[in-house]
């Protein structure tokens, strides 16, 4: 059965000062930079058939110590990259809340026809991702196995679309946590959702 393993990028400093990143292209921190290799070490026994990425920078960071170890090219992803927030985009929570108050208020409730302000509509985010994990299936056999590295939301409109719209909120992905589905005859299962065990001391 087709294995689609699922990362989400290490820490960034907008990680941590709770900023909106979306298409800001920022950098791993040094923590971040460490997780990137705590993940490619625990992943070190897959064989993977490709390694896709999102374009931005702090996904690619991500994925080459998993090239290095894997001894392939990445793949970038539009598919695979972060939501576009528009004008809350490397803002902090609070100002956001501040200046756009009923948006935000739809952001916290998992409303997934908000459109951020200049920016994409959630929905929109979700087909995208979603035509990113059916090609997956056009793309590749039974026995592949495909590492994809992306962001915290479209790992949690990816969970929208196939469990339903209420476990947005419901999901929380760490930095370089690790989560896979497999595609059976009939349908995608989740066989590990945001594990982090291998990242103890890093988060």
């Given at each position: ?33 460490e997780q990137a290799q705590r993940t490619a ?56 809340k501040r200046r756009w108050s009923s948006e ?6 998992g409303d997934l026809s908000l459109r951020f ?87």
């Amino acid at each position: 059965m087709l294995k689609v393993f699922l990362i989400r990028h290490g820490e960034t400093e907008w990680n941590v000062e709770g900023r909106f990143r979306g298409r800001c292209d920022i950098s791993l921190s040094r923590r971040g930079l460490e997780q990137a290799q705590r993940t490619a070490e625990a992943l070190s026994n897959l064989r993977p058939a490709a390694l896709l990425s999102s374009p931005l920078k702090r996904c690619l960071q991500t994925a080459q110590p998993l090239a290095d170890r894997f001894g392939l090219t990445i793949e970038p992803s539009e598919g695979l990259n972060d939501v576009n927030f528009g004008e809350w985009s490397g803002l902090r929570r609070d100002e956001v809340k501040r200046r756009w108050s009923s948006e935000f208020a739809r952001w916290r409730n998992g409303d997934l026809s908000l459109r951020f302000p200049g920016g994409e509509s959630l929905n929109d985010a979700k087909e995208r991702i979603a035509s990113l994990i059916r090609s997956l299936e056009q793309r590749f056999g039974e026995d592949d196995v495909v590492v994809c590295v992306t962001h915290q939301v479209p790992l949690k409109l990816m969970v929208c679309w196939l469990l339903g719209e209420a476990a947005f909120w419901r999901v929380h992905f760490e930095p370089a946590s690790i989560t896979v589905l497999r595609r059976t005859s009939r349908l995608w299962q989740v066989v590990t959702l945001g594990s982090a065990f291998h990242l103890e001391g890093l988060l």
